[in-house]
Every structure is written in C-alpha cells, then in structure tokens.
C-alpha cells in the first residue's frame, strides 16, 4: 500500500520559492510511472500543477509552467515541487498523488494515491 | 475558470437519483480523452471513485456510474445516502497538454 506525506513550510513570503516534498512509503518511486502535485486553493477547486515521469520527464500546467519545477530524489524516495515568485493566489492545500499500478496505462493520467495534503499561505 | 464545467451544486433526498454533469470541448472530452471522477470530502485526500468514462475502482458501490457522450460526461449517484454528501470533481485532459480538472460540484443530500 502506497503512503504519501507532504511535507513543507507552511507560510512562505510573496515573491519568495514555495517549496514542498512528498514522502513515499510502501513503495520505491523509482519503481512508479508518474508522481504529480495538485492544489486547492480556499474556496476553489483542484487544479493540477504538474507531473513527474519515470525517467525525470516532466509535464506541468501551462498557466504555471514558468514557475513550477518537480523532480524526484531516488536516494531518499521522495519527490518535490518547487513554485517561485509565489503570491496570495498560491495559497492552497498542496496535494502529492500517484496512480497505482493497475492504472498506469490510463489515458488521461489518473491518481489515487493522495496524501492528505498540506496548506501553504502566502503572506508577508 | 475552469476547462471543465460543473454546476456548482446539486441536490437530492435519500434514496433519490442525481446526477453531475461535466461539460467540455474539442480540445478536451469532444477529443476523445477519458473523463475520470473523484469524490472529495472536506480535509481528506480526493478519492477516485471513476475512470475512463464509466469503470468502478473496487470498493465503489454499483450505485455510482458514469458515461461521456461528445463533449461531456456525467455522474450518476442513484439510492442516496447521506455518506455521499461530499464535492465531486471530473478530469480529463487538454490538448493544450494538461491535466484538467472540473470546478467541483458540491453534492447535499437534504
């Protein structure tokens, strides 16, 4: 059974980096297909920010491409997001998810795996 | 703005039907991709209740079923119970190269 942990500050400065890791447990990422980060801002819905292949191939949400990285660290079975020159509009539970195996050759990309996410408030 | 549109609520009494809409385009579900859903309980992780269109996950009660036609799709919930009281979402993708989410219907059960 896969377990997913955000982990991350929780208050971050306007125009400073957001930057945020998931935890993986029960499972070796390098092992998965696809990791991916999902956020909900107060009030909104799910918007999804992006999304880490095996291999380190990388796909992000257009709206936020020029500020979003994600990559994954094998060694500590981990993966980040990273969201630079953040503003109160990124404030939000972040979400990590993965699909589980039986899904993986699903098209569109699914996930459910989720951790139980993570509130990050931008403010000064 | 969300590519995917949702009504903003629904309602229904238990034991009744409803259902959810998820209305697209072209460039997403009238492309031809996928349509999944997800139920969504306040402070909890989002839990696939739906993929590819109309396929159950096991553990997800028959009472729950889904279908795309052209450019949407649709969640139908029959029998009502109080637990399903939750917000639903739809997700597809975008030509545009994106995952996309619906805004969210929030379900009550009166």
């Known amino acids: 059974q896969v377990q997913l942990q955000e982990s991350g500050p929780g208050l971050v400065k306007p125009s400073e980096t957001l930057s945020l890791t998931c935890g993986v447990s029960?499972?070796?990422?390098?092992?998965?297909?696809?990791w991916g980060w999902i956020r909900q801002p107060p009030g909104k819905g799910l918007e999804w920010i992006g999304s880490?292949?095996?291999?380190?191939?990388?796909y992000y949400n257009p709206s936020l491409k020029s500020r979003v990285t994600i990559s994954v660290d094998t060694s500590k079975n981990q993966f980040s997001l990273e969201l630079s020159s953040v503003t109160a509009a990124d404030t939000a539970v972040y979400y990590c998810?993965?699909?589980?195996?039986?899904?993986?050759?699903?098209?569109?990309?699914?996930?459910?795996?989720w951790g139980q996410g993570a509130l990050v408030t931008v403010s000064s | 703005q969300s590519v995917l549109t949702q009504p903003p609520s629904v309602s229904g009494a238990p034991g009744q039907r409803v259902t959810i809409s998820c209305t697209g385009s072209s460039s997403n579900i009238g492309a031809g991709y996928d349509v999944h859903w997800y139920q969504h309980l306040p402070g909890t992780a989002p839990k696939l209740l739906i993929y590819g269109n109309s396929n159950r996950p096991s553990g997800v009660p028959d009472r729950l079923s889904g279908s795309k036609s052209g450019t949407s799709a649709s969640l139908a919930i029959t029998g009502l119970q109080a637990e399903d009281e939750a917000d639903y979402y739809c997700q597809s993708y975008d030509s545009s190269l994106s995952v996309v989410f619906g805004g969210g219907t929030k379900l009550t059960v009166l």
């Open positions: 029960g499972y070796f990422i390098s092992s998965g297909y696809y």
């Open positions: 998810a993965t699909p589980s195996p039986r899904y993986y050759d699903s098209s569109p990309p699914l996930f459910d795996y």
């Open positions: 880490v292949y095996h291999g380190g191939i990388t």
